[in-house]
């Protein structure tokens, strides 16, 4: 009877023992405050900020309307954002780095991380349900630094926290380290027209190189539009005027392809040089205009015509344009663009001469 006893006794002992050393080993290896990057309550994100070693910022900040903006300068990309507060809001530890490792990464976190600083906005006293005085402060702040071997975690660092882990977004092939970018282009949204009827005074289309087609559409009132061909300034009676109604209606989502601010000047000024082939200017009853000009994109290899034989020398899918007076260059395509390049022939052609 003694024997079962200080057996059992052995037992318990060796049980909280084990429990103890398990406890002690997750507390020194992956405890809460390592593990603690996301940030469930994205909704109350006011804005975002993120440096790197190199003196790269960005600032994302929430507008009242709910919108983002870039740097207080540009919208930002709605999609972008969301994928980037899905990220936020998911992001966790996959393993803590091992040891032998541990000062190799945390110098590598040193020299090349991404700083970033998340605030929201929350309330100086909470007691249960209740909270009382709302101010906007920082409530999370990290290191992310490069992908580890496998592509499939991100070398990471809380602030305060003395060893850095390996974070992943679950359901996530590949690394989160990406969406982490300090870089304007990858934010900025991509909308070169976005105005409805109602907001538009009047737009001019220009052909440089084809007069004759060159014209200006007057919203009047938002009752009806005005024809007038540039070449002599007269306003025109004999036109199509749905395909006007759809023209105007065009300008709702016009967007380019993709930022290229960062094309060697050079190139740039030889490829812009030229007389452009359309000219653009929306005018918008509040004062502001929008405006593009387009270029034609010489093809790397000239291609062959597998219809004519005839040799092709410039892309018949994408152009080079300059928009936001000529400060941004884009590439844009024809599939898109179309639908605002009508010369002035589109509207008047089978109808009765002026």
Known sequence: MRKNRLTLIIVIVLALLAG???????????????????????????????????????????????SWTLNHRYKAHPENINTFL?????VTVREPVARAAHNNVLSLLAAKSVKVEVYQNTHRIKLGKYRFFPVEKCTKTYYVGEATMDNNGTYALLDGAKAPVIIYMPGLRGYVATRYSIFENDWREHTVFNKKLPEIDHIL???PDQPENSYKVINREDTRLELVRLADNKVLTAYDTLKLMAFVNSFRNIKYEALFNDMEAERRDSITSPTPMHKITLYAKDGTTQNVKTYPRMLPIPEIDPFDGETITFDRDRMYALINDDKDFVIIQYFVFDKILRPLSYFTTNRKPE
Do not use: H, P, Q, W
């Not at 899905?86 to 998911?90: D, K, M, P």
């Open 20 to 66: 103890y050393l398990l406890m002690n080993r997750s507390s020194t290896t992956l405890n809460a405050g390592m593990r603690d990057f996301a940030v469930k309550d994205t909704a109350s994100i006011t804005k975002i900020f993120m440096a790197d070693k190199a003196d790269n910022s960005i600032l994302l900040t929430r507008e009242n309307d709910g």
């Open 86 to 90: 899905l990220t936020l809001a998911n």
């Open 205 to 207: 289309v220009e052909y």
